[in-house]
């Protein structure tokens, strides 16, 4: 398969499943989870065929329509969308695994509709990723928002509603309202939205109206969670935990702080927005959602909302990173992307598994919790030590790459930053540890044991992949130094 | 096969209008539907036959009774009446396949085969007025599609439809007279009623103050006729009280058949021969046209029946038409008349959705609406997608209409600032009505009683093509801006 067919077929693949998924869902449910199976691993065949022709330095391309001339729907694959497609691919599958013992554990209503929208919320990451200019991966970008909808609203009882509504008002009024303004301007100003190592806006937008612009996208992308257009990630929470797992610790969220990073590095151009004045204040709002989202964090009762929290302060981890404007730091943006995606996947998945066994949802609940479900509660530490940053798990690697970027720039702000979340973070997550493995369990606690086989093997798997980041983060560091060839040091 | 092509631009009037008294004594049930529509089909076919000429090179002509041009009545077909006779035609197919059941529901048996023939009087009318090349011919037509579209709004089993129509009546009869007067005044100075014909004769007219009148005249009548603001009131109460087949076939083409008279009547025979009257043009319409797309779209956010909300929304739509066309370049008036295609095809979708919504809910309101997305989701799923165009969302047919428009506007200086602000406005005004519409049918509770009406799978199909159109024009654009740039270009070619 040329690259270019291959492009056209990971998106392509996914809506021939969902397809392929609404139809045998009315046959049998065993048929219905073998077609997301084969789905899904047929995504990561496709996907990750592609890393060694971008290993080679290959950047293949495709147009597939050219609505207005000089603007056309067309895709090319660079290293970070690269690595973005082949997170969000990957992650599907164990993901899918998991989704099985979990919602059949939970003998959940509709799930063909739920696994049908995953299969077009995939292709819709799959279009942003691969995206090739701001339109391309604007309309994908709506399709991910519109097709994560009756996800999060899968419920469907009065609280779920109002939830998804604020999720869904949020995200498509900052994108219009916000993004899309942004993304005409760029058009108008430099004649093109094609995403062009070194950026396209140096010589035509400069100060002060580029910060502006910057504003522009950093708050109409809603899905990276800046503050204050967060609420809609803890709103999300009300989905059923393997939506919360794949699409708001990986592909929905990644997709916001992916857009913010690829329009940093190839349309506003590292180099460009470092020499201006205006785009400075990214890396304070940046740093003001990590600490402050740290702090609501370590007030939140609730397991998932805690969650949510931390999701928000690590994906502002990835913005500041990127703001930081430097080769190592822009790296330990990419990275951190992946490392954070390994461990937050486990921690959902193992809140997801508490509440199957248990129906506990709350942190009080948790005590003593560790003796019933060691597999569990020990995948659960491993992700809740990547969040801290302790070594040996993914989360270290990235930490040392954004401070080794803030080093650099002598940026004291983000260093500072960086360590006050790593203990605001230890203060939020030891404490459950500490309960779930030294507390007695209450005495009306009724006994339990694990979850379904299928969501432990999934936690499992990420657990082990969290750790495995720490050595064999190689093959990445690799394909994402070519993200910052050309940008000074 | 060219001996046939030749005949064509006749025979896109001549079919439906043969038709009519056929129809009219189709008495069994059933068979007058399917006359009109086959007529309907059989005008779409001719109207994509002229289209595939047209794009190969040949603007069409036609002289009626063998009579050359300035002496006989002529017709013409150019890229521009190309685009519009797609959407007469069009719009009338695709509501009459889906409409059926929505009619017999809403018209009694017995005055069904006068209806049909009404309706095909108004395709032939309408399609008349963009084919003929003839002054006094389009005022003939825009007689027979007015009063034959006053007999189908008046036609439904809503009462209230009786004193819209008669504002309607008085006010289109308004506008028909004061382009009679204003032909008038042309022809007794020129001696002609041949618009290109005309073209070139004012200029050879001692004393211009008459053609100058007559230009007034006739931009007023037609801007009644096109609901152009502030000549907008009979519009709303129209289509809110029309049966609702008839608000989707009239609220596609309708106005936009009157604003391509007055552009074209404008383009070819005012604006290179009066001195300055570009201007007077471009100051006349831009300050309605930005007052249309600000105040009708406010208006609309505060409507609580979903017909006369989108019937606002038109008023403001044919403001974004009109704001393309004063910009008086090339840019501004390819956008206005790709929005003329693009608006059709959203509006278009969007009545149709509120036929199948009525006849399954029985009535429009958003109160009676709340929670109709459980009850109806394919149906509420295609509203949603053409509102996205409507609002000119990126990836359906709106945006390219918006994208043309902002280009438009930033050619012009200082002045783009206002229009940009203003085309922003309007489409935030948008979001906020659509997103009123959203909230009621997708997230407020339904009322315990389940609605009793019945959808037939065809309506459903039928909604969800033109819904499917609006995405599909979105990203292959070729047809609509092929041809509206054509257009742009031969209106400007009389332009000094």
Redesign the interface.
């Known amino acids: 398969m040329s690259p270019e067919t291959a492009i056209v077929a990971a998106l392509a693949w996914p809506l021939a499943g969902a397809l392929a998924i609404s139809l045998t869902g009315r046959v049998s449910a065993n048929a219905r989870e073998a077609a997301t199976l084969i789905t899904a691993a047929g995504l990561i065949w496709i996907v990750w065929g592609l890393v060694p022709e971008l290993l080679a330095g290959g950047r293949p391309a495709v147009a597939?329509?050219e609505?207005?001339p000089g603007?056309s729907?067309a895709f090319r694959i660079e290293p970070l969308g690269m690595l973005f497609a082949a997170l969000a691919s990957g992650l599907w599958l164990i993901n899918s695994i998991y989704s099985i013992g979990y919602m059949r554990g939970n003998k959940e209503a509709n799930q063909t509709r739920f696994y049908t929208c995953f299969a077009i919320a995939l292709a819709a990451t799959i279009g942003i990723a691969f995206a090739g200019n701001l339109?391309t991966l604007?309309?994908f970008y709506?399709v991910l928002t519109l097709s994560t909808y009756p996800l999060v609203a899968h419920k469907g009882d009065?609280a779920t509603?109002?939830s998804a509504?604020v999720y869904l008002?949020l995200l498509l009024?900052t994108s219009?309202?916000l993004l899309?303004?942004g993304i005409?301007w760029v058009y108008?100003a430099a004649g093109t939205g094609d995403f062009t190592p070194g950026g396209i806006l140096a010589g035509h937008i400069a100060s002060p109206e580029l910060g502006l612009l910057l504003a522009l996208f950093v708050f109409g992308v809603g899905k990276a969670a800046v503050m204050p257009v967060h609420r809609w990630l803890p709103a999300a929470m009300v989905a059923p935990t393997p939506v919360s797992a794949l699409l708001h610790a990986v592909a929905v969220v990644k997709a916001g702080v992916f857009t913010i990073t690829k329009v940093i590095v190839y349309i506003f151009g590292v180099d460009h927005l470092f020499s201006e004045p205006g785009s400075g204040w990214l890396l304070y709002a940046a740093a003001f959602t990590i600490v402050a989202a740290s702090i609501v964090a370590l007030r939140q009762t609730n397991l998932k909302r805690l969650l949510a929290y931390s999701t928000v302060a690590q994906l502002s981890y990835v913005i500041m990173a990127a703001a930081i404007l430097k080769p190592l730091a822009e790296i330990g943006a990419a990275i951190h992307m992946v490392a954070h995606a390994f461990g937050k996947i486990t921690l959902f998945f193992a809140a997801g598994a508490i509440y199957v066994a248990s129906k506990k949802t709350e942190l009080g609940q948790l005590r003593g919790i560790g003796r019933r479900m060691p597999w569990t509660m020990a995948a659960f530490t491993i992700g809740a030590l990547s969040m801290i940053g302790v070594p040996p798990t993914g989360g270290f690697v990235s930490k040392w790459f954004i401070l080794a970027g803030a080093f650099e720039a002598d940026n004291f702000i983000a260093i500072f930053t960086i360590i006050a979340s790593t203990a605001l973070n230890a203060a939020y997550f030891l404490p459950i540890l500490y309960m779930a493995w030294f507390e007695a369990p209450a005495k009306d606690d009724k006994p339990h044991g694990e979850a379904p086989p299928a969501a432990v093997a999934a936690l499992t798997i990420t657990a082990m992949l969290t750790l495995a980041f720490f050595l064999l983060n190689g093959p990445v560091i690799r394909l994402e130094q070519q993200l910052i060839s050309g940008i000074a040091g | 096969m060219d001996n046939l092509l030749a005949q064509l631009p006749a025979l896109q009037v001549v079919v439906p209008f043969l038709t009519v008294p056929l129809v009219m004594l189709l008495k069994p049930r059933g068979f007058a539907w399917l006359a009109a529509t086959a007529t309907s089909v059989v005008c779409f076919a001719i109207a994509i036959a002229m289209t595939s000429a047209i794009l190969q090179g040949a603007p069409l002509t036609y002289a009626m009774g063998g009579w050359p041009a300035p002496f006989g009545i002529a017709l013409a077909v150019d890229a521009f009446s190309a685009l519009l006779l797609l959407v007469i035609t069009g719009a009338s197919t695709l509501t009459l396949i889906g409409a059926r059941a929505s009619i017999d529901s809403q018209i009694t048996d017995a005055r069904q085969p006068l209806f049909y023939a009404a309706w095909l009087l108004a395709l032939t009318g309408l399609s008349g007025i963009v084919v003929t090349a003839d002054a006094f011919n389009i005022f003939v037509f825009m007689e027979i599609s007015s009063l034959a579209s006053y007999v189908l709004i008046s036609g439904g089993p809503d009462r209230r439809a009786l004193p819209s129509v008669f504002k309607y009546l008085v006010m289109g009869t308004i506008g028909a007279t004061f382009y009679l007067i204003g032909v008038g005044l042309v022809y007794m100075m020129t001696g002609t009623l041949n618009l290109a014909d005309m073209e070139a004769r004012v200029h050879e007219v001692g004393d211009q103050s008459p053609i100058l009148v007559a230009a007034g005249f006739i931009t007023v009548g037609l801007a009644l006729k096109a609901a152009v603001f502030p000549l907008h009131a009979w519009l709303p109460n129209a289509y809110t009280f029309a049966p609702h087949a008839v608000t989707a076939f009239l609220a596609a083409c309708a106005t936009k058949v009157a604003l391509y008279v007055l552009i074209r009547f404008d383009f070819l025979v005012f604006q290179p021969n009066l001195v300055g009257h570009d201007t007077q043009f471009a100051y006349f319409l831009m300050p309605l046209a930005v007052l249309a797309i600000v105040v009708a779209s406010a208006v609309a956010l505060f409507e609580r029946n979903l017909k006369r909300l989108l019937a606002y929304s038109s008023v403001a739509q044919i403001g974004y038409i009109m704001l393309g066309a004063s910009l008086v370049n090339d840019a501004g008036l390819t956008a206005s008349v790709v929005h003329i295609f693009n608006h059709a095809l959203a509006k278009g979708a969007l009545f149709l959705t509120v036929m199948a919504l009525a006849m399954r809910f029985g009535d429009v309101s958003l109160d009676q609406l709340a929670g109709a997305a459980r009850r109806a989701p394919w149906t509420m799923a295609a509203f949603v997608v053409a509102a996205l165009s409507l609002i000119g969302v990126p990836g359906t047919a709106g945006f390219i209409s918006k994208w043309y428009l902002v280009m438009a506007a930033l050619d012009e200086g200082w002045l783009a600032i206002p229009l940009i602000a203003t085309i922003a406005a309007g489409s935030l005004l948008a979001v906020a009505y659509v997103w009123r519409i959203i909230e009621c049918t997708y997230f407020a509770p339904a009322d315990g009683t389940e609605p009793t009406g019945h959808v037939p799978p065809l309506v459903t199909g039928v909604v969800l093509i033109a819904a499917t159109a609006n995405v599909y024009f979105g990203i292959f654009t070729a047809l609509p801006t092929t041809l509206a740039a054509e257009a742009a270009l031969a209106l400007q070619e009389a332009l000094p």
């Open positions: 597939l329509a609505p207005i603007i729907i339109l604007f309309l709506e009065g509603v109002r509504r008002g009024a219009i309202g899309l303004p005409v108008t």
